[in-house]
């Protein structure tokens, strides 16, 4: 795949699940929680991505 295009749904994905998970579990939280889920989900995939790539080189 693309990079470009995993980047694309990583940003979509990471953006729909933080406004869920933000919502579910803080209610009342402002919208920065949300903006740090973002950042932690997205974060962590490219995270996870270059952990399982790292011995392929």
């Known amino acids: 795949m693309n990079p470009a295009t995993k980047a694309v749904v990583r940003i979509i994905t990471g953006g ?3 406004v869920i998970l933000a919502r579910l579990f803080f209610p009342g939280s ?3 929680l949300a903006v740090g889920l973002f950042a932690a989900l997205v974060g962590s995939a490219y995270g996870m991505e270059w952990i399982h790539n790292r011995n392929k080189q």
């Open 30 to 32: 402002g919208p920065l």
């Open 16 to 18: 729909i699940i933080a």
